[in-house]
């Protein structure tokens, strides 16, 4: 029986919100000494810290069963006999994880493992049906590597974080604690799903470090297609190893952050963990080697467990697979298939397309949109298709909750919309209108603006009278433009275009209203004001 730990297990499978797994289990409360802390690392002293990250690997199958991956999908609806570990069932190794697992090593220079083994690590929780997990201790599929943090990514200076080894794993199921008093409930869709744990050595100095490197490793798991890598849905979890020591020593005792799933949480976690280790050793204290939690409402972090080691797990091959032999030809293959990874991505287009390094940030990392960019800037200025993409397509996808992936507005119909705007067709506020009616309506831009009657005003003589109209409505403001007040014509300015709800051609009813007050253009009015403005202040002054 589990040390502290009592509990009776029942197995009932319900329709609707029902069908869950239960345990039903009794816990002991535990009363834990909590520190407060600061986000400095205390002078003379430095941080260690090492990252342990588990991506749900994105294929459609679970890693050893034909079970089909879900997120959010109705409870326990995509459990196999092999995911609930009934007994004689046997694991199948689903070899899309084995080339996403490849392609990832690869993106990150690792070495892939001709020759890798599974190992069972035996711990009991409710959430893992079969008592152990399956995983790659001793032989994973790939060892070595590093994450390159440089500047472009925040970083003061490039950052090299060794990549200590990958290897693929089953993922366990969800437990909710809160829905019933006293008991556990489970949901075992998510068990067996495949992960890949990406340990890295212990190169961060501090937990801003650490949540550059994550947001690094998360950008090039998506980049490459290996994982979803959405730490909001959990298909990309962070535990972290935390030591400190002063500068020059040793290295010092760790502790392990369990389940750090915000950039945010796992940067503020490491910082608690830093302060308490700090403070416990210069009050005399000893660190131990143990598990933790963070709260975040207070800041602190919390004894979760001791934290095992080797022997505890009881490792053991996997007798129900054989070794996973690799081919070199197949790996060359995999390799074949990786396109530029984000870093020469991101100089590329910054040179290529005359782009800041805020603007190529957003197109290659938070609206994951490069290709679609590229495709539309073919033939076309690319610093209008940048303004148009970064500012109202994606303001216009987020008004309606869709994000780029989701996207309907074509390349050809989007590019199509920058032409008509370029070539004077339809003014740029017209086409703000156009591109919120592109997203609901699988219309030609071209049919939205002869439908809605937007295009542009560019007759001249229909302009004309309209400037004559605003002009003699308002004979006084007009007198004051002849004399050359840019501040009032751009007044009239704006009485004809709310005439014309905008459709005027803003270049031609410049020159149009010019003209109507006597001026050749408006450079010229410009300069006749600026003449007589020094008389003016030296009238008013003596006023």
Not at 143 to 166: C, K, L
Not at 269 to 281: F, G, H, N, P, V
Not at 399 to 406: A, G, I, P, R
Request: hydrophobic fraction near 35%; proline fraction near 4%; glycine fraction near 6%.
């Amino acid at each position: 029986m589990h040390n502290r730990l009592s509990f009776s297990l029942f197995i009932l499978f319900r329709v609707g919100i029902d069908r869950f797994i239960m345990f039903r289990i009794h816990k002991p409360s535990h009363t834990l000494t909590r520190l407060l802390s600061t986000a400095r690392i205390k002078e003379g002293w430095e941080a260690v810290i090492g990252i342990e990250v588990h991506a749900q690997l994105n294929t459609k199958t679970k890693l050893f069963s034909d079970s089909s991956t879900s997120y959010n999908d109705p409870i326990n609806t995509h459990v196999s006999v092999m995911d609930a570990a009934f007994p004689g069932v046997q694991p199948r190794l689903n070899d899309h994880a084995v080339e996403l697992a490849v392609k990832t090593a690869l993106a990150l220079q690792g070495n892939v493992q001709r020759k890798s083994t599974f190992d069972r690590k035996h711990y009991f929780y409710p959430d893992l049906p079969q008592g152990y997990q399956i995983t790659q201790q001793r032989e994973p599929i790939a060892r070595g590597g590093s994450i390159m943090i440089t500047e472009n990514d925040g970083a003061s200076q490039p950052i090299e974080v060794g990549i200590h080894q990958i290897q693929l794993e089953q993922d366990t199921g969800k437990s909710f604690h809160d829905m019933r008093p006293g008991e556990t409930l489970l949901d075992l869709n998510r068990a067996g799903t495949g992960l890949m744990e990406i340990v890295t050595k212990p190169d961060l100095r501090s937990s801003f470090e650490a949540g550059l490197c994550v947001k690094k490793l998360q950008n090039i798991l998506q980049w490459v297609g290996s994982s979803k890598a959405n730490l909001e849905e959990g298909s990309m979890r962070c535990d972290v190893n935390v030591s400190v020591r002063r500068k020059g020593e040793e290295f010092g005792t760790r502790c392990e952050l369990k389940n750090l799933n915000r950039v945010r949480i796992l940067s503020a976690a490491i910082d608690a963990e830093i302060d308490r280790q700090i403070t416990l050793i210069e009050s005399g204290g000893r660190v131990q080697v143990e598990t933790r939690r963070y709260d975040e409402e207070r800041n602190v972090t919390y004894k979760l467990r001791d934290k095992e080691n080797a022997p505890d797990y009881r490792y053991m091959p996997e007798p129900d697979l054989p070794p996973l032999l690799l081919a070199q030809e197949y790996i060359d293959n995999i390799a074949s298939t990786l396109t530029e990874l984000p870093d020469q991505c991101l100089e590329r287009i910054m040179k290529q397309y005359d782009l800041n390094l805020l603007g190529a940030n957003l197109l290659l990392h938070e609206y994951k949109c490069v290709d679609y960019f590229e495709k539309v800037c073919h033939g076309r200025n690319p610093k209008i298709v940048a303004n148009w993409t970064l500012n109202e397509l994606s303001g216009t996808l987020s008004s309606q909750h869709l994000t780029f992936q989701e996207n309907p507005i074509s390349v050809q119909r989007f590019g199509h919309l920058i032409d008509l705007i370029q070539n004077g067709t339809i003014t740029g506020n017209t086409g703000k209108e156009v591109i919120k009616l592109m997203v609901t309506t699988e219309a030609d831009p071209l049919s939205i603006v002869k439908e809605k009657g937007w295009l542009k005003i560019t007759d001249k003589d229909i302009l004309s009278n309209l400037c004559n109209e605003v002009i003699n409505k308002n004979a006084a403001k007009a007198d004051i433009v002849r004399q050359g007040d840019p501040k009032i014509f751009k007044w009239f300015v704006g009485q004809v275009m709310g005439r014309t709800k905008g459709m005027a051609d803003p270049v031609i009813l410049n020159e149009v209203l010019c003209t109507t007050f006597g001026w050749g253009n408006y450079e010229e009015m410009c300069q006749a004001y600026e003449m007589r403005s020094p008389v003016n202040k030296k009238t008013k002054h003596k006023k």
